[in-house]
């Protein structure tokens, strides 16, 4: 079912770009029902039999294999689950876990890599800096340690600033220390804010966030396919656009989410972040922004660097409803939350759709412009879906994603609707009869197919991100406020300052 309040809405530039007093984000006065106490209980029952299966079978590596009961060490071999699962370990009051993981922190060295891998600089920023400074936070301020580790860390990742780049490279060669001279993506150097400000807050050394802001703002004031739409390449040895590719999706996603996030957990006085958050929206909703044929859902197609809309979208992409209408909030415009609203829609269709009640890697659509999606048309099969349901799947897997219950529980707490407390004990339940396995909880091959195979991965995300969002969407709306914290894109909540008056220059 939908919302009975959403309806298709007519915008114009004028009423997108209104920036007046910004309001609370939370709907005053919600509460949880006290059947939400059993829903809690059901997804901490999920994270304690995930982790449980990583503390025997993988503890000290980044993930567990739960079927084959091994290690993996996608992420340089530096425990990322337990730095991942941190903060909600805290938020779930999980203490022995807490304490386990305190005691793990100490040994760990950032500075050489326990594999032959490269370091990525945008995942260990969100994972490793954003899961180490939370959990700082969270405890309040009592384990330095943790900033210590933090600290060791960046220090490392700064190296990928080469002398004189604005931009930093994606990757990291920790035997050198120097960084792999490669082209980057926007969601790399425009993802840092949050993280490396935070470090300098707690260390004192302003050069962690000159560097991130550097960046993030370089990318802001670059030549642009659209207004406040970069390309989603960059050269980081020029500082300049390497192609005209627009997407919320992968590569570029965060870029975006962290404009408006930054300018709420710093309140900066420069108005390029929210400024440039605002007209991205703008200029999303008068070009991306489609309706499907079948179903009148409302989707964010890509525009590729020969000017052709692709309608497609992400499990990825679908970070965006939650990022509007956060962003809607604090800029008091109530069109950016309505439109938000109907983009949750449409990426929750993507869950409701199929037979598993879990959404796909990646999805298309029909609307009155076309169906290009840069690929053949549909198939036959494809068809006879989306006639039934709005959208069609091109990549059928799922891999413990957050991204549609991250934008079910902005949903949830912003409008107070009840609808989004079902549909996240729906996403329980699925959760519960396609990802379970005897040790643990894994991804899947297929949504669409109840007999669907396993992969053999828990990703670190699953406990840092999606199990996060769900038990907080059935818990007190006062606990991890979302006028109290702003999460990075990673679910590390940082503890903001209250609020301005007002978020960019109007």
Not at 161 to 189: E, H, Q
Not at 205 to 234: F, H, V, W
Not at 402 to 413: D, I, Q
């Amino acid at each position: 079912m939908r919302p009975a309040y959403l309806k298709v809405i007519a915008i114009g530039l004028a009423s997108v770009l209104t920036v007046s007093h910004a309001g609370r984000v939370q709907l005053p006065g919600l509460t949880v029902p006290s059947s939400a106490a059993a829903d809690r209980a059901s997804v901490v029952k999920i994270f304690n039999e995930s982790y449980n299966s990583y503390r025997q079978y993988a503890w000290g590596h980044d993930e567990v294999a739960p079927s084959t009961q091994q290690s993996l060490d996608p992420r340089n071999g530096w425990g990322a689950t337990i730095i991942d699962a941190m903060s909600t370990i805290y938020i779930m009051n999980l203490t022995d876990f807490f304490d386990e993981a305190l005691n793990f922190i100490p040994n760990l060295d950032f500075t050489k890599s326990k594999t032959l891998d490269n370091v990525s600089v945008f995942e260990s920023t969100i994972r490793y800096l954003g899961g180490l400074i939370s959990a700082y936070e969270l405890s309040g301020k009592q384990h330095f340690i943790l900033i210590e580790k933090a600290r060791q860390l960046a220090d490392r990742l700064s190296l990928a600033w080469s002398p004189g780049n604005v931009i930093p490279f994606g990757t990291m060669d920790f035997s050198a220390n120097k960084p792999v001279i490669a082209t980057s993506g926007i969601a790399v150097g425009g993802t840092l804010t949050l993280e490396w400000s935070r470090l300098s807050e707690h260390t004192g050394n302003d050069t962690y966030r000159k560097l991130a802001e550097g960046a993030a703002l370089k990318i802001a004031r670059n030549p642009m396919p659209l207004p406040g739409l970069p390309g989603q390449g960059i050269d980081p040895t020029t500082g300049l656009p390497t192609d005209q590719y627009v997407t919320w999706g992968g590569g570029s996603d965060s870029y975006f989410e962290y404009l408006i996030k930054y300018a709420r957990l710093s309140n900066t006085d420069d108005n390029t972040f929210a400024d440039s958050w605002l007209t991205a929206v703008d200029s999303s909703i008068k070009t991306l922004m489609k309706n499907s044929t079948v179903g009148n859902y409302v989707y964010l197609a890509d525009l590729d660097s020969q000017g052709r809309i692709r309608h497609v979208g992400s499990h990825l992409a679908c970070f965006h409803a939650g990022n509007w209408l956060l962003g809607g909030k604090l800029t008091n415009n109530q069109t950016i939350i309505d439109i938000a609203l109907q983009l949750n829609e449409g990426c929750w269709n993507t869950y409701a759709g199929d037979m598993t009640g879990i959404g796909p890697e990646a999805f298309a659509y029909i609307s009155t412009d076309g169906s290009f999606t840069g690929n053949s048309g549909p198939s036959s099969e494809q068809l006879a879906f989306y006639e039934e349901h709005g959208y069609y799947i091109l990549v059928p897997g799922y891999i413990q994603r957050p991204e549609v219950l991250e934008s079910n529980f902005y949903a949830w707490r912003v409008t107070g609707e009840e609808v989004y407390l079902e549909r996240a004990r729906r996403a329980v339940a699925s959760f519960n009869d396609y990802l379970w396995t005897p040790t643990g909880f894994a991804g899947i091959s297929d949504v669409n197919n109840p007999l669907t195979a396993k992969d053999d991965e828990t990703e670190s995300f699953w406990f840092a991100e999606v199990l996060k969002y769900l038990y907080l969407t059935f818990d007190d709306p006062n606990h991890i406020s979302l006028d109290d914290f702003v999460f990075n894109t990673e679910a590390h909540p940082f503890l903001a300052p209250p609020a301005k008056a007002t978020y960019g220059s109007g």
